[in-house]
């Protein structure tokens, strides 16, 4: 058994900087991770795949993309290039191929078991990451025999999967991009639309990225928000990474000939049952599209910048066909592969723990976990809207270790959200104006 | 004061209806709700359905008054017309659920409603009732329902306000997923 003051669970983003802020206050810590640093990067995306967030937007602390491509999106290997440079540059000491099995509270802190030994710490932080596992439906029935399915984690490129046609289900940025590319590819997709959240790559001439952090919706905390419930589960912006700057949204891929549906709701008899809600879904769509953009264009006048952007403009409606199919005969329409683009989760199995919630989410007040000395990150919305993003790690790493160092100092810590005094000197807009720009 | 301050009331009691959510997210064996009606035939194509109680925050609910509702069908299928077909029971429920949904959404989002009118359409191939055509379905084609709102508020803020008593419906959710229904002979 070796003895630390605090285990970090994962070597990504998330824990990196957290490791980063703990050397800052000369707190003796250790990285645990399963596979390698940078791990689903690596192992769990596809070829093509490329961040969603612009060259200029990778930063940690102490550390940024330093290249001749600020606008340019990371395809992965520059990915884990960039982490591994990272790691090495903070020397995190980071234990690599070491798996955790279990952690359990203790008296004085938490023991956590690995594939390569045991640890005791006082405390920890859990930064694995939270799309570990691909979330699937669960269906009524067997599908079709013959029918292969696939989660984005499986999933490479196009060549690998049979010639005929493919239902992706889910119409997140991952089940626009792959929609995009198997169609493409000469495979014919249908994609079952549900919830989803349109946004251009570009607007007035600016990446969106570029707006929403300027705007500071990216720095919206989560003590600041109506409904932080419903912000943490929103979906994913249509977005894609790629050397044009390309926009997928529904119209262009309904322009490329995808066969759009609504969300997937049964399976019986050899068919694949839609629901007749995407007239709304994209109406719903459309309309928040348009208060984020109206978020923008305030922001833009009321900071005098307006002449720096081409003219606000707004973008075409969603095009829905008369009729959507509301079944797809998954013979007929010789459907070869199903992708399940539904989401992911956090794998948590090894915590033996009593956090976790009645929908097995992990309780916690902006990363500050409802068990004493434990911490998560990188989750959506964990403290701030970025904080799922690669440059929504500093801050939370930040704070977060500020109030870990007052933990392991036997300082009185409150679990409240308001512990660290918010960023000042960029303009934020109006907190309603946002909340009501992302959700309802 | 600033015109925000003058109260929204739309005879919606929303502090109710967000006090129920927050005390069922904490117990959500208290949200499970039944729904029932009785229905008696009277003759030909002519029924009488009730709706008096339900099941729901864990005991049964007893109204104070019986609701009654008799349905037939019109004089061109050769029936008496004592009451509204059964389909056309589904439109008015569907009407109904998304504008109470209205109502209550621009309660939450203060918004002062002056009118709101629904028409309710239901397209459907009757080739498929009366067994002509097994290719075509028994029930709608298709369902148009156009809101006619006069409000406090922008076109956008209209259009998001139906838009969302859509995704909160319960009507609306019945009428574009399926269900599966077990019907029985006692």
Same mark, same amino acid.
């Given at each position: 058994?070796?003895?630390?003051?605090?285990?970090?669970?994962?070597?990504?983003? @998330?824990?990196?900087?957290?490791?980063?802020?703990?050397?800052?206050?000369?707190?003796?810590?250790?990285?645990?991770?399963?596979?390698?640093?940078?791990?689903?990067?690596?192992?769990?995306?596809?070829?093509?795949?490329?961040?969603?967030?612009?060259?200029?937007?990778?930063?940690?602390?102490?550390?940024?993309?330093?290249?001749?491509?600020?606008?340019?999106?990371?395809?992965?290997?520059?990915?884990?290039?960039?982490?591994?440079?990272? @790691?090495?540059?903070?020397?995190?000491?980071?234990?690599?191929?070491?798996?955790?099995?279990?952690?359990?509270?203790?008296?004085?802190?938490?023991?956590?078991?690995?594939?390569?030994?045991?640890?005791?710490?006082?405390?920890?932080?859990?930064?694995?990451?939270?799309?570990?596992?691909?979330?699937?439906?669960?269906?009524?029935?067997?599908?079709?025999?013959?029918?292969?399915?696939?989660?984005?984690?499986?999933?490479?490129?196009?060549?690998?999967?049979?010639?005929?046609?493919?239902?992706?289900?889910?119409?997140?940025?991952?089940?626009?991009?792959?929609?995009?590319?198997?169609?493409?590819?000469?495979?014919?997709?249908?994609?079952?639309?549900?919830?989803?959240?349109?946004?251009?790559?570009?607007?007035?001439?600016?990446?969106?990225?570029?707006?929403?952090?300027?705007?500071?919706?990216?720095?919206?905390?989560?003590?600041?928000?109506?409904?932080?419930?419903?912000?943490?589960?929103?979906?994913?912006?249509?977005?894609?990474?790629?050397?044009?700057?390309?926009?997928?949204?529904?119209?262009?891929?309904?322009?490329?000939?995808?066969?759009?549906?609504?969300?997937?709701?049964?399976?019986?008899?050899?068919?694949?049952?839609?629901?007749?809600?995407?007239?709304?879904?994209?109406?719903?769509?459309?309309?928040?599209?348009?208060?984020?953009?109206?978020?923008?264009?305030?922001?833009?006048?009321?900071?005098?910048?307006?002449?720096?952007?081409?003219?606000?403009?707004?973008?075409?409606?969603?095009?829905?066909?008369?009729?959507?199919?509301?079944?797809?005969?998954?013979?007929?329409?010789?459907?070869?592969?199903?992708?399940?683009?539904?989401?992911?989760?956090?794998?948590?199995?090894?915590?033996?723990?009593?956090?976790?919630?009645?929908?097995?989410?992990?309780? *916690?007040?902006?990363?500050?976990?409802?068990?004493?000395?434990?911490?998560?990150?990188?989750?959506?919305?964990?403290?701030?809207?970025?904080?799922?993003?690669?440059?929504?790690?500093?801050?939370?790493?930040?704070?977060?270790?500020? *109030?870990?160092?007052?933990?392991?100092?036997?300082?009185?810590?409150?679990?409240?959200?308001?512990?660290?005094?918010?960023?000042?000197?960029?303009?934020?807009?109006?907190?309603?104006?946002?909340?009501?720009?992302?959700?309802? | 004061?600033?015109?925000?301050?003058?109260?929204?009331?739309?005879?919606?009691?929303?502090?109710?209806?967000?006090? @129920?959510?927050?005390?069922?997210?904490? @117990?959500?064996?208290?949200?499970?709700?039944?729904?029932?009606?009785?229905?008696?035939?009277?003759?030909?194509?002519?029924?009488?359905?009730?709706?008096?109680?339900?099941?729901?925050?864990?005991?049964?609910?007893?109204?104070?008054?019986?609701?009654?509702?008799?349905?037939?069908?019109?004089?061109?299928?050769?029936?008496?017309?004592?009451?509204?077909?059964?389909?056309?029971?589904?439109?008015?429920?569907?009407?109904?659920?998304?504008?109470?949904?209205?109502?209550?959404?621009?309660?939450?989002?203060?918004?002062?409603?002056?009118?709101?009118?629904?028409?309710?359409?239901?397209?459907?191939?009757?080739?498929?009732?009366?067994?002509?055509?097994?290719?075509?379905?028994?029930?709608?084609?298709?369902?148009?329902?156009?809101?006619?709102?006069?409000?406090?508020?922008?076109?956008?803020?209209?259009?998001?306000?139906?838009?969302?008593?859509?995704?909160?419906?319960?009507?609306?959710?019945?009428?574009?997923?399926?269900?599966?229904?077990?019907?029985?002979?006692?």
């Amino acid at each position: 058994m070796r003895n630390i003051a605090v285990l970090i669970i994962g070597a990504g983003h @998330a824990g990196l900087a957290m490791s980063r802020w703990l050397s800052l206050r000369s707190i003796d810590h250790v990285v645990i991770e399963r596979g390698e640093i940078a791990n689903s990067w690596r192992r769990e995306r596809w070829d093509s795949l490329r961040l969603l967030t612009p060259n200029w937007q990778r930063r940690l602390p102490g550390f940024a993309y330093e290249g001749d491509d600020p606008h340019g999106f990371a395809a992965m290997p520059e990915v884990i290039g960039f982490m591994e440079r990272y @790691a090495r540059r903070i020397a995190a000491p980071v234990e690599t191929h070491s798996r955790v099995t279990s952690v359990r509270r203790i008296e004085s802190g938490y023991h956590v078991a690995t594939t390569r030994g045991d640890w005791h710490c006082r405390a920890v932080v859990l930064a694995a990451g939270a799309c570990n596992i691909a979330s699937v439906p669960r269906l009524p029935e067997r599908l079709p025999a013959g029918i292969q399915t696939l989660t984005p984690m499986d999933y490479r490129n196009p060549g690998k999967l049979d010639h005929g046609g493919v239902l992706v289900v889910g119409a997140a940025a991952t089940g626009i991009q792959l929609a995009n590319e198997i169609h493409r590819s000469g495979r014919p997709v249908t994609l079952a639309v549900g919830e989803h959240i349109r946004a251009p790559r570009t607007y007035r001439g600016r990446d969106i990225q570029w707006w929403m952090d300027a705007a500071g919706v990216l720095d919206q905390r989560f003590d600041e928000i109506d409904d932080l419930e419903r912000a943490r589960r929103v979906p994913s912006f249509q977005l894609v990474g790629s050397p044009e700057c390309a926009t997928i949204d529904l119209n262009a891929l309904r322009d490329i000939g995808v066969q759009l549906t609504g969300r997937m709701v049964g399976l019986s008899g050899g068919k694949i049952w839609c629901s007749g809600s995407l007239r709304n879904q994209c109406a719903m769509s459309d309309l928040k599209l348009g208060r984020l953009l109206d978020t923008f264009d305030r922001w833009a006048s009321e900071n005098g910048r307006d002449r720096e952007f081409d003219p606000p403009h707004r973008l075409a409606p969603t095009i829905v066909d008369e009729k959507p199919p509301l079944s797809i005969d998954l013979a007929k329409r010789n459907v070869r592969t199903i992708i399940w683009a539904t989401g992911y989760r956090p794998d948590l199995s090894w915590l033996q723990i009593p956090v976790l919630d009645r929908k097995g989410r992990i309780r *916690h007040n902006g990363g500050i976990v409802d068990a004493p000395g434990m911490y998560l990150m990188g989750m959506p919305f964990l403290r701030r809207r970025k904080s799922a993003l690669i440059d929504g790690a500093a801050d939370d790493a930040r704070e977060l270790s500020d *109030h870990l160092a007052s933990y392991l100092a036997g300082r009185q810590v409150l679990s409240l959200p308001n512990f660290a005094p918010k960023p000042n000197g960029r303009d934020q807009v109006g907190t309603t104006a946002l909340a009501d720009a992302m959700s309802g | 004061m600033s015109m925000s301050a003058i109260a929204v009331n739309n005879g919606v009691n929303v502090d109710a209806l967000m006090g @129920a959510r927050e005390a069922l997210a904490k @117990a959500p064996e208290a949200a499970q709700f039944r729904w029932q009606a009785t229905c008696d035939w009277m003759n030909g194509t002519h029924s009488r359905a009730t709706v008096s109680n339900f099941f729901g925050l864990g005991q049964d609910q007893q109204r104070k008054t019986e609701f009654r509702f008799d349905a037939d069908h019109p004089e061109v299928f050769a029936s008496e017309d004592l009451g509204a077909t059964p389909v056309e029971y589904v439109l008015v429920g569907l009407g109904a659920c998304l504008t109470a949904g209205i109502a209550a959404v621009a309660q939450h989002r203060k918004i002062q409603l002056r009118s709101v009118s629904a028409t309710i359409e239901g397209a459907m191939d009757i080739q498929g009732i009366l067994g002509i055509d097994s290719d075509v379905r028994n029930g709608f084609e298709g369902i148009k329902v156009s809101f006619k709102v006069d409000a406090d508020a922008t076109a956008d803020e209209i259009k998001a306000l139906v838009a969302q008593s859509q995704k909160r419906s319960a009507v609306f959710d019945i009428v574009t997923n399926p269900t599966n229904v077990t019907v029985e002979v006692a």
